[in-house]
């Protein structure tokens, strides 16, 4: 759910960030600004749209759903396509996205309240470049990301640490 932006005007973050946990909305959207409904986060956009991005970020939850990684991961996912050179393409696949979501009866792609709604809205995209650019920008925006390594089990590179043969290697009891 998306907040009016005009009722923010003149408040400070604390504000915002009060407002949109006694709310419930899911995000809450200023101008230039993005936050978690919980306080768990927030981020100022630099040049996409605030909705762009929080478009983005459920579309990366939904592409790669992890129920146990927060989304503040998935927002440092995204991030990286908030740059002049990006924006224009990322505007125009979002618009798209909210343009198929619409033929489907919502009025965007946000306000699908099911997951299995969203993905049968992607997978109507999955051959498209758009789709293509943010589920590759996606496989090392999340999972690069060190503090989601222990969420998978992931120990990390193990070549700093003399490699897997002293660490665990052959320990597999199970044959």
Request: glycine share 14%; aromatic share 8%; hydrophobic share 35%.
């Given at each position: 759910m998306m907040s009016d932006t005009s009722s923010l005007k003149g408040l400070t973050r604390r504000q915002v960030l009060s407002r949109a946990t006694s709310a419930g909305a899911s995000f809450v959207i200023g101008a230039g600004f993005l936050a978690a409904s919980n306080g768990a986060w927030a981020i100022e956009t630099g040049v996409l749209r605030p909705e762009t991005m929080a478009t983005l970020v459920q579309m990366a939850r939904d592409i790669y759903p992890h129920d146990q990684v927060a989304d503040e991961y998935y927002v440092l996912?995204?991030?990286g396509y908030?740059?002049?050179?990006?924006?224009?393409?990322?505007?125009t696949g979002?618009?798209?996205?909210n343009a198929?979501?619409?033929?489907k009866g919502h009025a965007n792609y946000l306000s699908i309240g099911w997951e299995r709604a969203r993905v049968d809205i992607l997978r109507g995209m999955e051959d498209g470049t758009f789709f293509q650019r943010i589920r590759g920008g996606l496989v090392?925006?999340?999972?690069?990301?060190k503090a989601v390594w222990p969420i998978f089990g992931y120990?990390?590179?193990?070549?700093?640490?003399?490699?897997?043969i002293a660490r665990g290697f052959n320990d597999i009891n199970w044959l």
């Open positions: 996912a995204v991030k908030d740059t002049p050179e990006a924006a224009e393409g990322i505007e979002i618009a798209t996205l198929a979501a619409r033929n090392t925006g999340l999972y690069n990301q120990e990390g590179a193990s070549f700093e640490q003399g490699g897997y």
